[in-house]
Every structure is written in C-alpha cells, then in structure tokens.
C-alpha cells in the first residue's frame, strides 16, 4: 500500500526474492525443530511401557490340580489376573448344554481361546471337566463371582445351571465362562494357553499346540 | 520506544510508581479487581465461581501436606494412608478436608455449570469462558480419578481396573494403549507411581493455568448477571455501567458470607460425618487392593456415577432402542424438515453410519462411546441453545420443562449408578439415558418454540 511505484518490495524494503527466501528459511527452522521436539518425546513416551521387571514378573506358573475336588473351584494369579481352575461335576456338565440358547457367543466364535478350548466345555479335550479360565470379566475386568449351585439364584435367575456373575456392572456367564445375551459384556471370559504334564497344569504356555 | 500502558492507572504513591514503571501491579489490580465490573444483582448462585477458586487452593494447600507423609508404592502406599489417619498430629483433618474437599469441589463446579445453563452464561459472547471451562471439568475428573488410586484400597484398585479398561474397546491400539498407561499387564505399582506424578504435578498445573486462561477470558467480555442482559446497555457519563459494582470490593465481601456459609457445610462433613455414609469414602477402600477380590458392588465416587450409570445401561436393548430412535430421526427428516435435499442425504448417510454401527457395534464400545458423548453434549451447549433470550427468568415454558426433565434424569442416573444393576433399575437407567441425550439433541428446537418474557433494560434489583 505504501509504495505502488515499486512492486517488488514490501513495506520493510525486502524484495520478493528476500521474503521467499525468509519464509523458507522460517519453515525448514521450525520444521527440523518440530521433528528434534518429537524426537525427544520418544523416549518420555517409552518410559511409560512395561518395564523389563514388570515383563518378568509375567512368567507362566504350574499348579498341581490333582489337589483340586470335583465341584470345587480355586483361583491362582498369572500375570496379576485370577485364574479360575474348576473341576466340573457331571451335572454342570449337563447344565452347559441346557442353556446354549440363552448365551450370546455359544461356540466362542468371537471370544479368546486356543484352539484347544474353543468347544462347548471350553476345556482341553484330554481333562474336559477342568475348567481354566481368566477370571476377568470381558466387559470391563472386574473379577466375575462364582455361582456354583445349581438352582434359583437372585442373580442368575430361577433356572440357574451355576456360573458366574459380574458384580460391577451384571454381566453373567455360565460354568465355561460362556457369555449370556443381553449383559454388557458381549464376548466369553478368555482362556489363557496351558499345558498338562501329569497332575500338573502350567498356565501361560502351551508350547504352540494346538490340541 | 517507551510504551506506557500504565498511563491510565494512577500509582497510589512513590512506591508504587516505581514498581508500576517496571511491572503492572496497578494495572492489572485495577482491571481485574477494583475496576472490574459486575452487575449489582448477583445472587446465591454467583458465589460457586469463587467458591470453586477457594476449594482449588484448599485441595493444593492440604495436597501439599499429604505429600509430605504420602508413600506412592503398591507396598506402602495404604499403611502410610493410614499412618497420616493415626499418627501424624493432625493428619486426618488434613486428609479428610482433602477427601471430602474433592467432593465439595464437585458439587461446587456442579452448581456453578449449572448456574451458567439457567441464565445462559454459556452463551454469545462467553462461549469461550464456557468451553475453558468445560475443559476444566475434564481436567477435574481425571485428577479426581487418578487420586482415588492413591489410597490403595480395594475400590481404588477396581474403579481404576474398570475405568482403564475403558480405553480398550478403541479399535487397534486399544490394548496396547491401556498397558502403555498402567506400565504393566495389570493395575500395578508402576500405574501408582505414575498416577501420583500426574495427580500432584501435571494435573495441577494444567488446572491452575486453565482457571487463568478461564479469568482471562471472563474478564475480556464481562460476568453475565442473572437477567442475562448486558450491563454496559445502560452507562453513565464515564461510561461505567449504571447497574455495576467494582468487584472489589463490593462482589468480593457478598463472595466472603458465601465462603463463610460454605465452611460450615464443608467443615461439617469433615468434622460430623467423613465418610458420609459410604458416598464421600466408600466402605471398600478401607481394605488394602487385592488384585484376586472384586468388591461386591464397584461404584465410583457420586460425582462420576451418572456417567457411569449411562456406561452400563448400553446393553444390547438399549442399542435397539437406539436402532429406531435413528430410524425415526431418518424419517422425519425426509417427511418434516425444512432443509435442503443435500443435508438430508448427508444426515441420512450419517445416520446409516451410526445404524451399521449400532448393529455390529458391541455393548460395551458403545457404552464407552455414549459416556464420551454426556460429556462432549457439555461443550456443545453455546450452539444448541438458539433462544432468544439468556436468562430462565425470561424463557419459554419449553425449555424449563426439558430442563426439569433433564434434572430428574441426572438425579436418577446418578443415584442408579450408586446401586447394584438389577434388570429394573437397567431398564430405567436406558431411560434416563435416552432423556440425558434428548436433552442436547432437542435443545434447538424446544429452545427455539413457546413464548419468551420480554427482557427488562436494566438488572431486577431492589436496594436492601
């Protein structure tokens, strides 16, 4: 505005040539800064992951569950989740079948399982009444509690084949951890890998089989 | 070139002249305190905005104390609670004000949002100072959240446990996002650790440099009053409006009988009644975190329970009501509105976006996703409102019925999160969901029909 006569430079006198170059210069300054800012983030991110104690402390644990009743459930930690280890009586496992109808993901198409467990009992084919599973409820983690009875149950309803319920936000699941309808949780409680040498069961890993 | 800014702005003596040279001491008491404005019809509902400042300070204040005996170490972290409780001269009148002070401060900024719903305070030209402060509410919940874990009690760990896993239902990155915050596979000592860094660090500062850029923005466009009109409408010769007082020090004595009242509430809770029946310290947290023992019923403290309500009422049910509830929408839009063929197609793919995902989406994404939404509705208001006038004083029958109804579904909800789900009280909670989110939905219209009262020139106010 100031000065039409001479339109190749700006008010401060600066040719165009000049102001390209400034604003080029301008950019690629802040650009590399940008890049060395985000550079620098790295490693204030990284510390926040799992450190190598925390990954340690994730080995897999062996439990002897000859020790364990029929009918009778325990729970053992991996990884700083329940584990649920339940030998099944033969009427729960009757009931599992009794209620496939009212279960949202009855053959845990979309629910997690090795393959091993991705039947009806949701269990190794070798000890299908042993019940292991993470005592996780898939909704939102809470620990899902156990309703063993067979029966009438104020949370389970009247034709209760025993289960589990979620006391934080209702969900329910049956005697495999299999999810009902209409809960808020919408896949089946998770089956860690496991593996049986004898008596006894070592959760967290299954050397890669996948029978 | 010497600029003086201060040239409006007499120094009250020699001393203040040399600093006024060098620092703008009277110019920023003068704008921000002695000269700044504030219509002279304040009333009851005025005092939570200084009210909320005050609970600010006294939770820094008893914060900065708890630190000095506070352990933030899975191993230690709940004796040493309790060491503060037992030992430590005075310790539990520093940590219960610190305790119950969160909740005062909930109900504080609780009252004080709400204040800013009925005389339209969100609205042109504050939409700013509302959004700032809708961030700051956000800022509020998630310093609340991460102290909750720092007591180490059972209801720390599982509200924690329940409210990180939130952020795995995102699709892709959200499992791996959620051990990137807890540090480890589970709720452990690293995520104690850290959520003690944020709670007495981060969190702090960014709420006392958001309540600054808060003040900033108030005082560039000046308080609204419970009439909703302007006050610079009517000046004198000096420009000075006809219907304000200097908030120093007129606002700031009505603000200290609002301290005073206040205290004695508070106080009372801290002295009488601590743990407030179970809803200020729940009873689960006076047992240490075991990782292997959910509580029988998790709630998380009263001021996230609506939210919380609204997370476990998607089920399934709900997801189908809202299946219609589009498809009605849809059809309204083609049968009723008035707007032009290429929004209706562009609202209709829309909608059929939400619909798929309603259909394949699970229960529990979109629990996360409707809770998201309560709280973004906050940060829409200033442009859903469209009524013509600001104040409640002067709107339309309409509004004041949606926002009756809205009340009651947040009184409802509220109260619904506090209890174990049974189907019924499910059920209802879907209820006052679907009422919570008409509320924003409708506003445009229910604000923009019925009869508004013609707005007076000056402020209502009788000299006492």
Known sequence: MADNNVSDVNADGMSVEDQKRRRFLTGITAGFGAVGVGVAVVPFVMTMSPSERAKNAGAPVQYDFSRIQEGQMVKVEWRGKPVVLLKRTSEMMAGLDAIKGSLADPDSVSSAQPSYAQNNQRADFGKPELLVMEGVCTHLGCSPVEKLAIGPDPQMGDDSQGGFFCPCHGSKFDLAGRVYKNVPATTNMAVPPYKFEGSVITIGEDDGRTA | MAIHRHDNHKSANALMEWVDKRFPATKVWNEHLAEYMAAKNFNFWYFFGSLAILMLVVQIATGIFLTMHYKPDAELAFASVEYIMRDVPFGWLVRYLHAIGASMFFVVIYLHMFRGVIYGSHREPRELVWLIGCVIFVALMAEAFMGYLLPWGNMSYWGAQVILSLFDVIPFVGPALTEWIRGDFVISDATLNRFFAFHVILLPLILVALVFLHLVALHQVGSNNPDGIDIYDNVDDDGKPLDGVAFFPYIVIKDLIGVAAFLIVYLGVVFFWPDGGGVLLEKDNFAPANPLQTPPDIVPLWYFTPYYSILRASTTSLLFALQIITGVIVL??????????????????????????????????????????????????????????????????????????????????????????????????????????????????????????????RVTYEAH
């Open chain 2, 332 to 457: 309204w839009l083609w049968l009723r509105a008035k707007i032009s063929l290429i929004a209706k197609v562009a609202f209709t793919g829309l909608a059929v976006c939400v619909f798929a995902g309603l259909v394949f989406g699970s229960g529990k994404a979109w629990g996360v996703i409707l809770m998201a939404a309560a709280i973004v509705c906050f940060f829409l208001l200033p442009w859903l409102d469209r009524s013509p006038v600001l104040s409640v004083r002067y709107r339309s029958l309409p509004f004041k019925i949606a926002l009756a109804f809205f009340l009651v579904a947040f009184f409802i909800l509220g109260y619904l999160g506090m209890n174990a789900p049974t189907p019924g009280k499910t059920l209802l909670a879907q209820i006052c969901t679907v009422v919570y989110f008409a509320f924003f939905a409708l506003m445009p219209w229910f604000t923009s029909i019925g009869k508004t009262k013609p707005e007076p020139t």
